[in-house]
T-cell receptor, first 111, second 113 residues
Framework: EDKVVQSPLSLVVHEGDTVTLNCSYE??????LLWYKQEKKAPTFLFML????IEKKSGRLSSILDKKELFSILNITATQTGDSAVYLCAVPRGNNNDMRFGAGTRLTVKP | DGGITQSPKYLFRKEGQNVTLSCEQN?????MYWYRQDPGQGLRLIYY???????QKGDIAEGYSVSREKKESFPLTVTSAQKNPTAFYLC????????????FGPGTRLTVL
């Protein structure tokens, strides 16, 4: 059965800290892995990763994929209170064209 | 403005009543999806549609129904057969079959009293 597991489930840090969020997966016919940020309502798209070892970067956020070990990490450097959110990892499944989501990591950044 | 809209934002219903949640997109996306989000469980797929007049069950379709009569619209009906309907419901859409990135609406929080 397809699985996406995120860790930790929750994390509390202080402004300025660096955090690493983890996502491991087991899906058939892997194509890509996506990261979303969910604050109050709609998840907003952050990154899509398809190739191993190639870092995607956007400001203080970066992400990388390891297709051999079947995981991805999302790094946030110099965290700010606005980074507080649930971060979701998702992997499109096989031929169904839908996605399997992890349970999410709830990040709280304290001032 | 292009985007995905869901209405209403909050919905309260009595047990035993059917309720329909609206999802509309003006992005000209082909595929649309309905997810349910419960605390600590991430998003679970209810139904999806890749083309007008066609839709497929997701992982937790029991107690739900959908229609896709127009490309822009994918309403979800939560029926009285759904045992635990109180949840946050998210609609998403995707441009075409060959792309993976889904874009989400703002969600509807349904509370059944």
């Amino acid at each position: 059965e397809d699985k996406v597991v995120q860790s930790p489930l929750s994390l509390v840090v202080h402004e300025g800290d660096t955090v690493t969020l983890n996502c491991s997966y087991e899906v058939t016919n892997f194509r890509s892995l996506l990261w979303y940020k969910q604050e109050k309502k709609a998840p907003t798209f952050l990154f899509m990763l398809t190739s191993s070892g190639i870092e995607k970067k956007s400001g203080r956020l970066s992400s990388i994929l390891d297709k051999k070990e079947l995981f991805s990490i999302l790094n946030i450097t110099a965290t700010q209170t606005g980074d507080s959110a649930v971060y979701l990892c998702a992997v499109p499944r096989g031929n169904n064209n839908d996605m399997r989501f992890g349970a999410g990591t709830r990040l709280t950044v304290k001032p | 403005d292009g985007g995905i809209t869901q209405s209403p934002k909050y919905l309260f219903r009595k047990e035993g009543q059917n309720v329909t949640l609206s999802c509309e997109q003006n992005l000209n996306h082909d595929a649309m999806y309905w997810y349910r989000q419960d605390p600590g469980q991430g998003l679970r797929l209810i139904y999806y549609s890749q083309i007008v007049n066609d839709f497929q069950k997701g992982d937790i379709a029991e107690g739900y129904s959908v229609s896709r009569e127009k490309k822009e619209s994918f309403p979800l009906t939560v029926t009285s057969a759904q045992k635990n309907p109180t949840a946050f419901y998210l609609c998403a859409s995707k441009r075409e079959r060959s792309t993976d990135t889904q874009y989400f609406g703002p969600g509807t929080r349904l509370t059944v009293l």
